[in-house]
Each structure stands twice: as C-alpha cells, then as structure tokens.
C-alpha cells in the first residue's frame, strides 16, 4: 500500500487525486462514508445496494441457476394468464 498526502483546504476540503478517484470507480456525486477510528480515519465509497443485486442476479443467470417465469410458475402451482 502506498501513502498519499493531502492538503486539506479553508473549508475543511480534500481532494482525491484521479489516480485513486480511478483505481476506485469515484466518480462526481458519489457518497462516501467517512469513519473515525482510533489512529485516523477510514473513507469508504457508498455501493448502491441495487447495483450489488443486479451483478448477483446476472452471474447466477450466466451461470445457470436461474428458471424463467413461467417453470417457476408451473413448478409453484401458479397459473399464469
């Protein structure tokens, strides 16, 4: 892991250089969560819970584990129209 310093500005500002900004997927309007710890602090980029769900969902369809509609339908007992 490398060091990095910062400048942190008259508004308590710090900016992320584009290096780590691309290496990390940060992009404009993204959150962050910033954490106090004993020794300093820890900033972490905030996931859309969304996005996590959809990249589940389409490895398990590349993968095969998924049914359609309708053979889950037929294997539940649900009637379709």
Do not use: W
Request: proline letters at 2%.
């Amino acid at each position: 892991m490398s060091t990095t310093t910062l400048k942190v500005d008259a508004k308590g500002r710090v900016m992320l250089p584009l290096a780590i900004r691309k290496s990390l997927r940060i992009n404009a309007g993204d959150v962050l969560f910033l954490e106090k710890e004993e020794t300093g602090i820890r900033i972490t980029k905030a996931e859309n819970p969304y996005d996590i769900l959809i990249k589940d969902a389409i490895e398990r369809h590349e993968a095969g584990k998924t049914i359609g509609l309708r053979a889950f339908a037929r294997k539940n007992g649900i009637k379709l129209k």
